[in-house]
């Protein structure tokens, strides 16, 4: 058993962190009306066939539970697209991620992160999440998109209304429970999008050398991108933009606290800092669920699914699935191949994922330097987030 759940208070929707999964590996849910995968052959074929799994999960949710279109669209919304929208989109900017361009902003994440540290020094104590791991990755996407970084009290507010809450998804839910979900949801994406929306707005007038410039005058199928699509995208860089790297960080320095030898072994040998992080993803996945429409009816994991039904891929039971993974309870950054699902797989690959897994190696070995031992506060234990979907640290603080 996990020492994971042993030393921290692991919520009871991280089902996939208190053992192995026992059961069919893919079943329907029907509390929820929905199916869950949880194998990780199964999860790569779902991702590996976009035309029979449709990443447009909008289109099988009951009318019932979707708020009007003039207050809510997801237009442009890179993760809700499918062939060929998907590709064409997603390629307006692949080049702002290239490894080059990655590569170019070691030199800022690293003063960042000496700053950051230094500021938490003065205060006193550091707290990773607060003082670190959220700050870094938020000013790092800020800066490439053109956003004001001094703004992101502003963002942690908006991605914290959207995603740290403890609520299952599901499409069964009463009319009274949609509506105070939906209220939870709209007020924070309207300020977002008007936010994003008046900055897209000043770059048409004004362009500058940032993302969002480029957006503003990107051009699919010689059409210029409506302004609904500039702000989804935009919306969709700043928050997956940081919420990742933002869990990475934190899951990867309780995995070092909690396995102590596998703290001396990365101060030993930094050139292992790579293979931490990938088994941090693996072990504590921060997207662990991710969700799939089928098209038509198909057969998964020996199950006939029927079309227009939708799927919880549980990439966190899939990324302990002991068919893939040897030992997968154990954190063994060692392990060769890793073909764990922490970023997904296939045509939606994370298209930030050099710039996390890069952010991740340049804190990681100044917190390394910087720090004679990653160690949690007994007195002040370190929290999860409860969001059922996603495994993060919610407060990280270290001695």
Known sequence: MSSITERYDVPEQHFWLHGPHSGPQVEFDAEMGMWNVYGHPESHDVFSDTTTFSSDTMRVIPKSLMPGSDEFSLEGFLTQLDPPQHGKLRKLVTSAFTRRVVADLEPRIAALTNELIDAAHDRGRMELVTD?????????????????????ALFKKWADALFKRDAKISLTKSAAEQA??????????????????????????????????????????????????????????????????????????????????????????????????????????????????????????????????????????ANRDPREFADPFTFDPGRDPNPHLGFGRGIHFCLGAPLARLEGRVALNILLDRYDRLQTDPDDPAQLLPTPTMTGVLRLPLL
């Open 132 to 152: 670190l791991a959220y700050p870094l990755p938020v000013i790092v996407i800020a800066e490439l998109l053109g956003v004001p970084s001094s703004d992101r």
């Open 180 to 317: 105070v979900d939906m209220e939870a949801t709209l007020k924070p994406w309207k300020e977002m999008s008007d936010y994003l929306a008046g900055h897209a707005a000043e770059r048409r007038r004004q362009p500058r050398a940032d993302l969002l410039s480029r957006l503003v005058e990107a051009e699919v199928d010689g059409d210029r991108l409506p302004d609904g699509q500039v702000v989804n995208f935009a919306i969709i860089l700043l928050l997956a933009g940081h919420i990742t790297t933002t869990m990475l960080l934190g899951n990867t320095v309780l995995c070092l606290d909690a396995f102590p030898e596998q703290q001396d072994k990365v101060r030993a040998d930094r050139s292992s800092i790579p293979a931490v992080i990938e088994e941090s993803l693996r072990y504590l996945t921060p997207f662990a669920a991710i969700g799939r429409s089928t098209t038509r009816e198909t057969e998964l994991g020996g199950v006939t699914i029927p079309a227009d039904q939708l799927l919880m891929l549980w990439l966190g039971a």
